[in-house]
């Protein structure tokens, strides 16, 4: 019972905004202080022809923030989903594959803090606050030395800090949530006196700046009336209320000392609330004519949280003019709780009261606490990076507690509680690299990261080698090519593409050995005019010590360190050629990407076999993917933004033949390989409409007028998901001898209004 009202309680805040279909058949500016002046910087595009980086992507705030959303919900993860060599786990969910790998290969970090989860609403939405984002990369391969831990990708996502001039801030209301933010400077002691190219005026500029940025959902407000309708028309003397609700809670602070070093605090808090509690009365007659009574009472309660609770300390020294520091400690907790409790009361006239109590509880967590030191050196030809850093690791992925009592005619008291034992891994690390650049029209990028990983008594070693390198064969033309080897000491098992409470991360152990792979990427980038960047790269990925699922087993079950028995390690591949046209300047922006890929799997070790050993194809390879973004600014008030997103179906595992046992007596599905079934393909069209009011005072307090509200700019969007109501697949299922396709997301309009000051 208890899985099954677990999947009606993870299908409610669907019901809000999905329809379920059955058919037959996804610049940043720097800013240097000087006294007397601010300089501001243009800051060199990390693809483009003059970066030795390559197989990496920077996505401007202002294109983020303009992308027409799923329920209007601004989203850094499924705007990433849109670019060359990524895809989506499922429609709508923010679940994702980079360059063939599974969604646990992908390092995301917050203020560099790795986080675990990064999905709300079991997958839909992601944690990250549009409103708290200052800028974001992706790496998708050519990974600089310092980042190590994962195979796949490097998502970098940096919270502003603040404005040190002025205050700022906004409030939203959209379908699903309300957001507010706050940040500017604190004017407390000396501060920086600078002038203002513009107008030669001087201002202040502030040592200590700070933000804040706070949302929740307002699922359970919505549900609640509609439980309550259910309940009293569909349940006899019964009452069921519930709901759902997510709530992010970001903040930066920060303090510049006089020498230009900086102290600098971030966090971040977020959790997901399912919960339902039912009631239930009657009485009636035990026999007729007997004068007997009885009378029942019931109780049920259902609970499960998720979240994340991430807080960092970090501080930036400068040594010399061309030699730096930064060192930081950090703390992580991620982990989520189910618990159930169910009390019922029998009164009856003739033998008494009797009571039954029994309640559940299922808990996991995982916590990072680590130190890490990073240096940089510059000279005209170097530019060198290194550091070192330490992370303990606490896991305990199974704590239960299970209790039956009852009293009455017969008295039974039953009490026990299950759990693995807590686990501590070691992580160390030493890394350097340099990007030497003795021509301009050569530049050579060389790293190392030595790494190691300690649990229960057993060492694993790791010799990370990459390069890149950087030929320009015209001013606004450079190849590039590049090589990462990889080491990753967690896993993730899973048995859905989307965000669950039975997602379950476990370490290495003395068994189940790091995942390893090795990439080797080359590619062309072009400048256009100043204008866009076209990029097109082909790579090759190789990775070994893959875990999944071995055939017929699951989350369920699992008790101890068993997880261990029930998958498999084997080995995978991908390569593809990826093409990506990005225009981030004038009054059309936006990209068009397109991958071409293949990806395997093949599970053929010793009691550790898969599809009888032989390759098969990965559930998320699609070999075609096309996504086009597009934002045009009409005038000063109006922006138009749409996106069309193409792919390939994805791989499904699907009965091919039924045949009879005679033995037991039944029909036995028969499966001729794993992911076998190839999807219908998947396509959408989503609009956005954007009116902007702007304020009087254009930045400048000294025009204000009518005060910080009324000069406020006011932003209206409407946007339509699913714009010609695609239906898409989000799963296939076969009933008798008809294939059924279960789609999510019919055409979804959106409005939302906002105002910033």
């Known amino acids: 019972?208890?899985?099954?009202?677990?999947?009606?309680?993870?299908?409610?805040?669907?019901?809000?905004?999905?329809?379920?279909?059955?058919?037959?058949?996804?610049?940043?500016?720097?800013?240097?202080?000087?006294i007397q002046e601010v300089e501001v910087l243009g800051h060199q595009s990390i693809s483009s022809p003059e970066s030795s980086q390559m197989s990496a992507v920077e996505i401007p705030m202002l294109q983020i923030q303009t992308i027409p959303a799923l329920g209007g919900e601004?989203?850094?993860?499924?705007?990433?989903?849109?670019?060359?060599?990524?895809?989506?786990?499922?429609?709508?969910?923010?679940?994702?594959?980079?360059?063939?790998?599974?969604?646990?290969?992908?390092?995301?970090?917050?203020?560099?803090?790795?986080?675990?989860?990064?999905?709300?609403?079991?997958?839909?939405?992601?944690?990250?606050?549009?409103d708290m984002l200052q800028n974001v990369t992706l790496y998708k391969g050519n990974f600089p030395a310092r980042y190590?831990?994962?195979?796949?990708?490097?998502?970098?996502?940096?919270?502003?800090?603040?404005?040190?001039?002025?205050?700022?801030?906004?409030?939203?209301?959209?379908?699903?949530?309300?957001?507010?933010?706050?940040?500017g400077p604190i004017f407390t002691g000396e501060q920086l006196r600078a002038r203002k190219l513009s107008d030669q005026k001087d201002t202040i500029i502030a040592r200590t700046t700070f933000a804040v940025a706070a949302r929740r959902t307002y699922y359970d407000a919505l549900l609640a009336p509609l439980m309550a309708a259910v309940s009293s028309t569909q349940m006899d003397g019964g009452s069921a209320v519930g709901g759902y609700y997510f709530y992010d809670v970001n903040a930066k602070?920060?303090?510049?000392?006089?020498?230009?070093?900086?102290?600098?605090?971030s966090f971040y808090m977020g959790d997901d609330v399912i919960y339902v509690r039912y009631r239930a009365e009657d009485s009636y007659r035990s026999g007729e004519g007997s004068g007997s009574t009885e009378q029942n009472q019931t109780n049920l309660g259902l609970r499960w949280t998720s979240g994340n609770i991430m807080a960092k300390l970090q501080y930036d020294h400068r040594l010399r003019e061309n030699l730096s520091m930064q060192a930081h400690l950090s703390f992580l907790r991620f982990?989520?709780?189910?618990?159930?409790?169910?009390?019922?009361?029998?009164?009856?006239?003739?033998?008494?009261?009797?009571?039954?109590?029994?309640?559940?509880?299922?808990?996991?967590?995982?916590?990072?606490?680590?130190?890490?030191?990073?240096?940089?050196?510059?000279?005209?030809?170097h530019s060198v990076h290194f550091g070192a850093g330490y992370e303990l690791h606490t896991f305990r992925p199974q704590?239960?507690?299970?209790?039956?009592?009852?009293?009455?005619?017969?008295?039974?008291?039953?009490?026990?509680?299950?759990t693995s034992s807590t686990t501590f891994g070691h992580e160390a690390y030493l890394y350097a690299e340099d990007t030497y650049k003795p021509v301009n029209w050569f530049t050579l990028n060389c790293g190392l990261r030595?790494?190691?990983?300690?649990?229960?008594?057993?060492v694993y070693p790791s010799i990370e080698p990459r390069v890149g390198m950087r030929f320009l064969l015209h001013k606004d033309v450079a190849f590039k090519a590049s090589y990462s080897y990889m080491s990753q000491y967690v896993h993730l098992l899973s048995n859905t593409s989307i965000s669950s409470p039975t997602d379950l991360w476990v370490p290495v152990t003395a068994d189940i050995p790091p995942m390893r792979s090795m990439q080797v990427a080359a590619g062309l980038s072009y400048d256009i005019l100043g204008q866009a960047e076209l990029s097109v790269e082909g790579y090759y990925k190789r990775s070994t010590n893959l875990v999944e699922y071995k055939e017929g087993a699951s989350f369920f079950g699992l008790s101890g360190s068993g997880w261990e028995d029930k998958v498999a390690v084997g080995d995978g591949w991908s390569y593809g050629v990826e093409l990506l046209l990005q225009r981030k300047v004038g009054p059309v922006t936006g990209w068009i990407g397109y991958t071409w890929s293949r990806t395997m799997r093949q599970f053929d070790r010793e009691g550790m076999v898969i599809n009888n050993?032989?390759?098969?194809?990965?559930?998320?390879?699609?070999?075609?993917?096309?996504?086009?973004?597009?934002?045009?600014?009409?005038?000063?008030?109006?922006?138009?933004?749409?996106?069309?997103?193409?792919?390939?179906?994805?791989?499904?595992?699907?009965?091919?033949?039924?045949?009879?046992?005679?033995?037991?007596?039944?029909?036995?599905?028969?499966?001729?390989?794993?992911?076998?079934?190839?999807?219908?393909?998947?396509?959408?069209?989503?609009?956005?409409?954007?009116?902007?009011?702007?304020?009087?005072?254009?930045?400048?307090?000294?025009?204000?007028?009518?005060?910080?509200?009324?000069?406020?700019?006011?932003?209206?969007?409407?946007?339509?998901?699913?714009?010609y109501c695609r239906k898409n697949p989000y799963m296939m299922i076969i009933e008798g001898n008809k294939l059924m396709q279960i789609s999510l997301f019919p055409i979804l309009p959106t409005v939302s209004y906002g105002f910033k000051f």
């Open 1 to 34: 019972m208890q899985k099954h009202v677990l999947l009606i309680l993870l299908l409610l805040p669907l019901s809000l905004f999905a329809q379920v279909t059955r058919d037959s058949v996804a610049s940043k500016d720097t800013i240097s202080f000087r």
């Open 74 to 130: 601004v989203d850094v993860i499924k705007a990433i989903q849109l670019l060359p060599g990524v895809q989506s786990a499922s429609d709508g969910s923010t679940g994702v594959y980079v360059r063939g790998g599974g969604p646990d290969e992908n390092l995301i970090l917050l203020d560099g803090v790795p986080l675990y989860n990064v999905s709300h609403a079991m997958g839909m939405f992601s944690v990250f606050n549009a």
């Open 148 to 183: 190590g831990s994962r195979l796949s990708s490097v998502i970098d996502v940096e919270q502003t800090a603040g404005n040190n001039t002025m205050w700022h801030g906004g409030v939203s209301v959209g379908l699903i949530s309300a957001k507010l933010n706050v940040q």
């Open 253 to 265: 602070l920060q303090h510049r000392f006089r020498n230009n070093d900086r102290l600098t605090a």
């Open 335 to 381: 982990g989520y709780n189910l618990s159930e409790q169910m009390n019922s009361k029998v009164t009856s006239s003739e033998t008494g009261t009797s009571t039954l109590d029994q309640s559940f509880e299922y808990s996991s967590k995982l916590i990072d606490a680590a130190a890490h030191t990073d240096w940089l050196y510059e000279s005209e030809q």
């Open 399 to 418: 704590i239960g507690n299970l209790m039956f009592a009852e009293m009455g005619m017969s008295e039974l008291n039953f009490d026990t509680v299950y």
């Open 450 to 458: 030595a790494s190691m990983y300690g649990i229960r008594g057993k």
């Open 613 to 723: 050993g032989k390759p098969y194809h990965a559930k998320y390879d699609r070999e075609h993917d096309l996504s086009i973004t597009l934002q045009y600014r009409i005038t000063p008030k109006f922006e138009i933004a749409g996106t069309f997103v193409y792919g390939t179906g994805s791989r499904a595992t699907l009965a091919t033949q039924k045949y009879f046992e005679p033995q037991e007596r039944v029909w036995v599905d028969y499966i001729s390989e794993r992911n076998n079934f190839q999807m219908p393909d998947y396509h959408r069209l989503d609009l956005a409409l954007n009116w902007h009011l702007p304020h009087k005072r254009s930045g400048d307090p000294a025009k204000s007028k009518g005060g910080w509200l009324k000069d406020a700019e006011h932003l209206v969007s409407l946007s339509v998901y699913n714009v």
